[in-house]
DNA sequence: GCTATCATGTAACTAGTTACATGATTAC
DNA sequence: GTAATCATGTAACTAGTTACATGATAGC
């Protein structure tokens, strides 16, 4: 019974084989300040995935025992994982980018707000995105100094990222010029 | 037992406030051409939102019989409904934007592509929001022309999506140069 | 004594997706 | 004949979220 998987479980399997021999807590926190910013993967999920990714035969487990610390376990591709993920980095990219903004949800709506609502929603969103685009800053910058053929294609996502958030904010300047335009004081 | 809605709730009962009367069927369409952008609802769950937002009392059906196309339902928003949509739009918008982009997952994979594998990826990708910006110039254009307070902030909204979109595709020319700098021929 | 880090989970839920069903009318 | 438009649903699933549990060690 081999369904085919979702995104997410290849995620994982990128990871792993990214960062091998990681434990599961390692990974959450290596995907919370890379895959986080286009992918999130939150910390149950992603032991959810290990399990079924071992399961399939795709990675392995091993045991750890550590004297400090609690019991790990790491985590490896095996043949079989390898030829999972290329299979699915061959796949094309289905045009499944689901984006979902809450902002712009509620700015949508905005005839029916007091024009001070707006102003406060527009300026919350400027703090997000000033917020998005000084992690993204410092991303680059750590990864910037690698010369990993790896750390590249990382680094020219968070660019991406980067470039968005700047776009926003300049459309958040935008959007607020016009708004005093039509309705001064 | 009144739980809190998701926010897909308020977007149907912020569409029907801003098209009264229309049907189900109606919205979906509409939903499609502008929510869809930053919001996407499926027709399944709108039929779905429909049905609670009536058992709520926030909106109410009405029956039209017509003699060229089957029966539909029309919705129009109650004195609660309304209260409810201008609860909600008081409300700051949480950061809860959430983003997956198919494309960038596969990209921050990229290394273990062959070269050809990423061209045809970022080719991919550019196509995609070269169509999302024409269908976005398209809805900007047709919202240009209406001077509705309602419409404006749509036009805005369309263009949050079109400077992002912009932006995307100046990333795309500048890690394709990126990519062909390092590694000629 | 408190907080943070390391480390792995369970339980319960629900939002959203996908596939399918139905059936009339109009236009090519 | 066939496809598109109008119109409303049901059924089945699962991915992802949220809240909670546990417990050791290290540093202040």
Redesign the pocket.
Known sequence: VA?N?????YAVLGLIDKVPGS???????VAGRSLAQF???????L??????LTERGWVT?TR?D?????????YRLTAGGRRALADWLATSAPP?S?F?SGFLLRFFFAHRMRPRRVQTLLADYRRALQAQRDDLLAIIDKLSTSTAPAARFGRLAALHGLRTATARLAWVDEAEDELNRERPR
């Open positions: 369904t998987l979702p995104d997410t479980s434990s599961g807590y390692e990974l959450v926190t992918w999130p993967i939150s910390q149950t999920l032991y959810r995935e290990l399990a079924r487990a750890v550590q004297d400090t610390a609690p019991v790990k376990w790491t499944a689901s979902r």
